[in-house]
């Protein structure tokens, strides 16, 4: 008669059956390496960042002690012409207008476009469809955007053209104008609006819409009343990211929308942008050490400034319309 082997016997081969236990030394070690790799990333983001901002910081200080520039000439001055002529005007006005006006014809193109896409594909689309037209939108954002200058200065601009000429009689928009670089822009950032939206339409919930549905609506009183509200803060987050895009955008605005810095709110008119300015400066035209290079830090700060401001109302109207669902 065999005896019945204890609690303790049976731990002991319980363990022998399931195999001795791993040492921790090795996985302990393998941890402290992943920590450490991610501080050092975490450390190395936070330096870059306190290395860009304390460069701009410290060129605009240097800026601004020049003989030739004053800070409230530059922050309240409407005439920007650092290059021509004996006396210098360092109004930042001008090239806020422009950056803003060919940064307003993109939104006004790309924002409603964009969420009418992202409706479609979410909402009407066959899955067929779907699975076809989003790769072939999300392509255009790998586009190089001096491809879109170019299409801007010969496409955009001359189909413009024509079509004034057959409205009106005259070419009313010129070679170099914000309306065409506007609208590159928008079809630039149109991928970053149509996905962004397109996702965030279809993580609400699906008992919304058969609750909506049960309550007797059409598919467009869903989609337009239920869908588009509670992804709301979804679709601002993408609206915030495409206008922030658009007003950092650099090569679009340098090809086609022309040098001639003025404070004008006519979209037909020849313009210059911040970004575009500064690819001027660096193109070597201007002394290395003097104050048009020294001017360019200046502008980076300003439209620095813009989008961190734009950025923080962005989150503090996101936190206003978010949804939470279960």
Known sequence: MSAVPSSQGQRVLEAARCGSPRPTTLRDARERVVRGLLLLAAVFS??????????????????????EVTLSDFLLGTTWSPLLGAEKHFGIWPLVCGTLLVSAVGAAFALPVGL?????????APPRVRATLKPVLEVLAGV???VYGFFALMVITPALQSLCTWAFGRPVFPGYNATGAGLAVGVMILPIVTSLS?????????GLREGAHALGGTRFDVSVRVVVPAAL???????????????GETMIVALAAGGLAQLTFNP????QTMTAYMVQIFLGDAPAF???NLSSYAVASVL????????????????MFREEYE
């Open 233 to 247: 803060s979804g679709i601002m987050a993408s609206f915030f990211l495409a206008i922030t895009r658009a007003i």
């Open 198 to 206: 397109e996702d965030a339409l279809r993580a609400v919930p699906r």
């Open 144 to 146: 190089p955007t001096v």
């Open 304 to 319: 620095f400034v813009i989008t961190l401001a734009l950025t923080m109302v962005g989150n503090l109207l996101l936190r």
């Open 268 to 271: 037909a008119s020849e313009t």
């Open 290 to 292: 003097g104050v048009e």
């Open 116 to 124: 009418i896409t992202a409706v479609y594909l979410s909402e009407y």
């Open 46 to 67: 936070v330096l870059t960042t306190t290395t860009i901002v304390g460069t701009l910081a410290w060129e605009t200080f240097h800026f601004i002690r020049l003989p």
